[in-house]
């Protein structure tokens, strides 16, 4: 089970800090990440990261503003938001996968095998 928090409104320019625990697994991840789908479109990736590699990956659109991080011991990943835009306003999906397929395919959905249930993230002027 994988349980995101941290989402909510904020003003554009704001930041904010969505957190992904996941309990009771004793499943190894060899990559984590966050997605996420805005009203009427598909659902994208936003940032992956590769605990076992050191490597993180991040769509063009949130580049330089989000960060994405994992806690090993805790089990948790995180995404630091910084400088929202009002097109950030989505629901934000934690996503874990079993086995890493290479960068080329860091935000195919198809190759994560669990799911958190979302947390929504609203930017307003």
């Known amino acids: 089970q994988l349980v995101e928090s941290g989402g909510g409104s904020v003003q554009a320019g704001g930041s904010v800090r969505l957190s992904c625990a996941a309990h009771?697994?004793?499943?190894?991840?060899?990559?984590m990440a966050w997605f996420r789908q805005a009203p009427g479109k598909e659902r994208e990736g936003v940032a992956t990261?590769?605990?076992?590699?050191?490597?993180?990956y991040y769509a063009d659109s949130v580049k330089g503003r989000f960060t994405i991080s994992e806690d090993d011991a805790k089990n948790t990943v995180y995404l630091q938001m910084n400088s929202l835009k009002l097109e950030d306003t989505a629901m934000y999906y934690c996503a874990a996968g079993l086995k890493w397929y290479g960068s080329r395919w860091w935000s195919e959905s198809r190759y994560f095998d669990y799911w958190g249930q979302g947390t929504q993230v609203t930017v307003s002027s």
């Open positions: 990261v590769v605990p076992g590699l050191g490597g993180t």
């Open positions: 009771r697994f004793t499943a190894i991840f060899n990559c």
